[in-house]
């Protein structure tokens, strides 16, 4: 998919191998009922057009190609990939992954390779070059989809081919041992290696195991990951250099970093399966669409699979409601899609996906869901304008996959801190305030923000550090929360205080981490300003004894041991302010302080005074600007207008000024 | 056993190897105290009568048996082959099975062998070989017992000598590895073969398992246990070609399918341990008894083991209260049992079972177990006339291990559906209103029963589908619940809208599953008739979207996506009526449900109008017609008797019209 | 640290390699500012000192110590021996721990060496005979430290080289493969060996294990790490006669059994956490204390390691409010402590202890916890006429750890049986009254006594039966509760009725064990004396039918199955008493039956009528009589003193008879 498709492209999964040929010529006719633009094809079949190796059996894919080609659908085509044939793993046994524990992953399901192993990548780069050879001028070809959902089933790797490959990079990352040593801290207990030839991955140990080395397994397994991603990717910029290559990633992963892989995108997709037992799964959604959009620096993206009713793979799943699959994939177009599909286009008689609901279920065409997969195709081709318009938040929440990955380990003051967690928390406030945000890495650069938002940070180099105070110095609004700013690079506690990075800019020292336990809640003291339901509440999970050393405490705790010390302090720095939380707030002070430090920095909704369950958004470009307006709710919400302008989804003759959405209704405004 | 045995027998397993040969003498003197006319012996003696290869040692096994023949006493003789002595495997290693992770599982209890070795089958019999020469004309030698409780603690192995032997099962089973392919959908997620020798038991693997590859596996493993067992039985047949021949099954036993096994027993057996913590524990207990008499198509069938008192295996074992030992023996013949053994005569001082409690407990004979269990056996004694007689219900439940194996995958609309908990939920409101029932397998021929019951019996062959449609359209009543006949014989979806096979018969379309959170509860709407109590409740688990196609609505959803649309239906067909139940009912709307549905087939109770506890049976035959009466409860229960009688455990001198049974207490009246 | 080391040594692990050269000066010149007398150096410095095999590198250690010596701080030298560096298990990857699974144990943690390994204890012996020759006369060292917290990461190895340890450790115990057949009761499941070499370690079995293998190996575990302690302390013994030995024991470890090392250390060492979130975390620790100064036979011993505040290996972790790192040391202190040392001296950059607290924080000087441990430095060095004082408790609990082995096994009539909770509910009511006691193993001469308690001792010898029943008929008071006596040193059942071997002494029989379910609760009938507050409660967890034969009836079940017979006993026998609970009191009847059996006994308090949280102990000696008082309370209390004396912590001038303590205060009283 290219950055100007010229539509908003509907599609999903075709898996047409599944099925005997004379149901493919019903498949097209089908589509074009649907309104389907775009399929995304072969991602599992491998062992198909190789049934042994070197054994080459495309002719029937090849009338896959045609028959999508002639429909005048574009294909976002597989490498095949994706799960290895039975025939590797007899030959190669030593390309199937193993647990910490020894234990190996056996065929029979899917991702049984090892990421590391050569044998793996070399037979998936030779499958690659004849894929790309024979369908590098198909006129149906739009795109190149890599592997699938990398990490998904094999995300990390204990095997001996690993422990080589980890002292391959750890070479290259530390150059010599006693760089390693110093960088792991190995003289804690006993561990100061004498040759790299010592080293292990991370398997089994009697306690608890060296926390920089974990840290750098999980870089590495990530890096292991890519480096299967890039060996294909350079077969097909090389055969075919024109056209975009992708890979769907999974939301919220915590093995795969989607922005150390976007340099290598063209344009980013994202799997999202929506939890319809969640209430609040469109907050978590769009949290993963923003870091996706983020990742691609804002470019459109592809929302490559989602379900068009139930999954099949949690304990227990629910269809969508009514609705449901509109008013989400609205939402990833909200967010900046330009491509909705799903996995998959006709559902599966056998294998372990039969009960994932598809496009075509198995009670066939006189059904709910196809019946709404119709009525959407429809929407979304009535739609063209909205391609290649962008949204343009002005606030941007931080988060680091380094850090997550050091944060969640087992020897912290508290192991009850979750990276997700505490990204949701403080998403949430400004997704119900109507204030669109981006999700960037810390390194980014950060001064066209108002308000740049810092969740539990824990890992964080002296750069960002650096980088973050002369943000605020230089004007710009900061919320930290607690346990932010601790550790380096290789997971050592920086000398000098906590947070030494950031001591300056918040103006405070914390003296002592204070983890409560299980349901423990600290009442706090201190208003926001003066008027009702501003109060503090309460905070849980972590708490801190903070110095105060230049902030001004806005509230402090009302009990336990630290009663009477900050527990959210503000600073004015420079020419901005930096706030800080030393606890985590409950989910009504969270929204309180957010609003607060929300005005201070002038970073205003999309809409003035959202009604509740509604999300508000604005896409801009050559094609406009537009207001997109989505009701999460189950109840009828009335929305004044910031400005007049059409509903493209109701009359769009008609200007309006204000408008009732029904509960999971959708209206994309035109102003 | 033969099927007319003369008595019902009492006693229990033997293990005279545990003590010094002079508490033999004892143990004889006090068998004949208390009752006890069958002992089952050397379940556990392989590592004493071949103490090393070849090295036979049965002299003082000649001895035992001899006491016991002089006494009276028959013996139910065990193969001795349910656990290999250690030096089995010392000397072959691999007949050690292995789990899906790759564990092997080591000596030190028990059954540590692979179903699937031939070492162990060839040792095994040629141990039962010298046995059978050498007590094959003992006189006490009354039945085989092979083997013991098959599959208790070895149910499935992994190992690489169960991989060969699956595929030489596949082999036969699908001829061709195209015909494999075809049968488990390997063109999902690139898993097709390319010849057997690729293919693995399903070991650990990195997502969800090839659903068909599980089941076969599943079929595979039971298949190969029966195999063990076959191996002894021709040795047995040869040498002894008149003795009945049996093996002890285990309850509910999901690795062991009691109706694939049924025709190769003469008499069929079952171990039930009742769970005194458990209020329901004889509902268990009840709908095993019927698994295992209507296995052996009615045929009166040996309680093999139970508890005289406590367990030790359990987390937390309660002795079994003054009286319940009494009542839940009895429980097993009037459900058509013929004799009624425990585990074990006396009580070890040492091993893994110390705990559990045997008929010569460790505090001896002045005990209240010892008391009882010599009551007991007088009273079993007393009651010649009850041997061979039968019960004879006119309902049957369907339960099909097949559809068992295939149903508690992981990859399903929900994996809290257990197939178990669906029969006992079926079975409770029949044995409460004192409807006897068998529990038969789907292929069983259905026409003489009045009702038949299928819950949720997911996998369904079309021969199946056709049976009950024609046995409906015959004149038959038919209750079905939700999510039945989905699957085929390889588990792939019946195309054609669900439940395909049975759409006809019910008169309905399911359009979509609608499984519920765990808690969520739907209510109801709609009645059965117009008495009090018989408002429908509501659901839980489970919901459906159905389409009406000829049924009619009894009962519909009030509240939740599904609102408005039939939860249950009653369809008119051919000569009878099929019922269909799209959710989960609770338990007052199953009786409810189950009440009307047996009123409409004119299915009766045996006593009308049971008082709550207490169960209701019959046994006849040559000896005459018995009702049995069970108090479950812990009040007294006063009971008219459908027709004047005599009770046998009472006076049978006086003719009685209703008693009145003490809480705990049995009556067993002749009509 | 000798018996009388002339002060209450104070200090911490000190570990300097991890930090550079130019931090050690201000090392010392900050112990000295906070009092530390001791500390503990060079545990985990293998892979420092010998970077590769054979290759010394003390130079820098030699510093270390000269540093220490000049500042006349003692040095408690641990052997480096703690954990293994990585060429080791490189070289000798035979040398890694493996599960009962058969999963390896790996390098990166700590302790990753199999405690039977030959060659993990060559290299170990290697390395202590440099260390001793090098360091035998310098002027610093005043006590070896053998290893570290032995077992605490590697309590049990399942590898081969343990097998044919176990093997031999088997052949030296039984002699004959017959006796041990015996002793296992190898009958029951066909498990008699043929030869020792059959024998294997208790791995993963498909079922329940042999419990006497089990126990044995449990045995064998722990002399395996005995051995490891042994063969370092031979090489000290003989280049370092003089010096005294220890070795840190952790609290409460099962795997570890402090009283059959004890006869091998000089002094008693022991690490201590309290758990600051655990209302009841001294009452843990004065049992630990207590077992530790009983081990030691009374006397001082060395509170090896405890926290400044939290430590970081809990899933939440709290630090330790303020005063409560005071409390709990002097705690020690008051239960017969001469040293009171912590982990760790600096606090950790890097490595898996980085957020556990020292006494120099991340934080520094300026901070709380470095405040707190330069006050409680000053205070314990003002006290030297405490040291070599010791307590002399006349009540004595009794634990066994072969008992603790036998008893939480999956086999019993309830898993849910602990051996921990057992003494510690037991504990408590001594410990709330102001009762000190020793824990004492069973082979100890009870005499001195006089009350003497023996909680749940499932495994008891008969010499053990015969002492306890010696001891009543010679005037002691005994207190005995439930599933106590059961089993000899093989785990075989006693024969002769329940419990056998103090049948004679109890005046009962126990009938049968009627275990309860979770959250089942039996009320008690009957009274202890008149007075309000003293009638029994109730029991959970566990019953028991008893029949008295000689002692009566205290209180009796009033509900259950049990209902009217005898719960709680009391036999008087001989010239003393015997006590008999058959059930789990709750918390206020036990400390009512122990208070009411306390004063039968003449067991006195040795402060009356203590307030609630406060803590009193004794210790005295050549330097005088001590009465401790510590608040563990949240609130101030008043204390009334038995005599007058003077607050050596207060004003030691003024003469008082009564006092008030803070809210976490401490008195030390010298009458």
């Given amino acids: 998919m290219t950055a100007d498709t010229g539509r908003i492209h509907f599609g999903g999964d075709y898996n047409p191998d599944h099925w005997p040929e004379e149901v493919w010529a019903e498949d097209i006719r089908l589509m074009k009922e649907a309104g389907v633009s775009m399929v995304t094809a072969g991602i599992f079949s491998w062992a198909r057009v190789e049934p042994r190796p070197g054994a080459w059996d495309f002719g029937w894919f090849d009338r896959v190609m045609d028959n999508l080609g002639d429909a005048g659908i574009r294909v976002c085509l597989a490498t095949m990939t994706a799960s290895p044939p039975p025939w590797l793993s007899e030959l190669h046994p030593e390309i199937l992954p193993q647990t910490a524990e020894g234990v190996r992953k056996w065929p029979g399901s899917r991702q049984h390779y090892c990421p590391s192993s050569p044998v793996y990548r070399e037979h998936a780069v030779r499958l690659v070059e004849q894929l790309a050879i024979r369908y590098a001028d198909h006129p149906a070809l739009d795109t190149w989809h890599i592997g699938n959902e990398y990490g998904c089933s094999n995300p990390v790797c204990h095997c001996d081919v690993s422990a080589a490959d980890f002292r391959r990079w750890l070479r290259e990352r530390y150059g010599t041992v006693g760089g390693l040593n110093t960088a792991w801290a190995t003289t804690f207990w006993s561990q100061r290696y004498d040759t790299f030839e010592q080293i292990l991955p991370p398997r089994t140990t009697p306690t608890h ?156 065409t006189g059904t709910r869901v196809f019946r709404e997969v119709c009525e959407l195709g429809r929407e979304l081709g009535s739609v063209p304008q909205l391609a290649g318009t962008r949204p343009a938040p002005q606030v941007a929440l931080v988060i680091d996959w380094n850090s997550w990955w050091a944060l969640e380990q087992s020897s912290h003051p508290s192991s009850a801190l979750s990276q997700k967690e505490t990204l949701l928390r403080h998403y949430k406030p400004l997704f119900e305030a109507g204030v669109p945000c981006d999700v960037v890495p810390p390194d980014r650069d950060l001064t066209a923000y108002k308000l740049v938002v810092v969740p539990n940070l824990y890992l964080m180099s002296e750069a960002t550090g650096a980088a973050l105070t002369a943000y605020v110095r230089g004007g710009g609004h900061l919320l930290v929360s607690y346990f932010t700013g601790i550790s380096d690079e290789c997971d050592r506690v920086h000398p000098g205080g906590y947070p030494a990075p950031l001591r300056e800019v918040l103006g405070l020292r914390v003296e002592e981490f204070w983890p409560l336990a299980e349901g423990q809640r600290l009442a706090l003291r201190g208003a926001l300003d003066e008027g009702p339901g501003d109060e503090f509440g309460g905070g849980d999970l972590w708490s801190e004894a903070i110095d105060l050393e230049g902030a001004a405490a806005v509230a402090e705790f009302d009990d336990g041991e630290l009663a009477g010390r900050p527990a959210v302090t503000r600073h004015a720095y420079g020419d901005g302010v930096a706030w800080y939380a030393g606890t985590r707030l409950d989910a009504m002070t969270t929204r309180a302080l957010m609003d607060r430090v929300r005005e201070d920095a002038d970073a205003a909704p999309v809409v003035d005074g959202l009604p509740e369950g509604v999300q508000a958004t604005v896409r801009e470009g050559a094609g406009g600007r537009f207001l997109f307006l989505l009701n999460h709710g189950e109840v009828a919400a009335r929305i004044v207008l910031p400005a007049p302008g059409r509903d493209l989804l109701g009359d769009p003759a008609e200007e309006i000024t204000s408008l009732t959405l029904p509960a999971r209704g959708v209206a994309v405004v035109r102003h």
């Fill in 209 to 364: 195991p060296n926390p920089a080395q974990v840290l750098d397994y999980a870089r590495f397994s990530d890096d292991a990951l890519l480096q299967c991603y890039l060996a294909e990717k350079e077969v097909l910029r090389r055969v075919t250099p024109g056209l975009p290559i992708t890979t769907n990633h999974m939301p919220h992963h915590k093995p795969v970093d989607p922005y150390a892989w976007a340099p290598h995108e063209d344009v980013q997709s994202l799997d999202f399966y929506q939890e319809p037992f969640d209430s609040e799964t469109h907050l978590e959604a769009g949290a993963a669409f923003d870091v996706t959009r983020s990742a691609g620096a804002g470019r459109p993206w592809m929302l490559m699979e989602q379900a068009p009713s139930a999954v099949n793979w949690r304990a227990r799943n629910s269809p969508k409601p009514a609705g449901k699959m509109r008013l989400w994939s609205w939402q990833a177009v909200a967010q900046g899609a330009d491509a909705v599909l799903y996995f998959q286009w006709r559902q599966s008689l056998g294998g372990a996906e039969k009960f994932h609901s598809a496009m075509v279920p198995h009670g066939g």
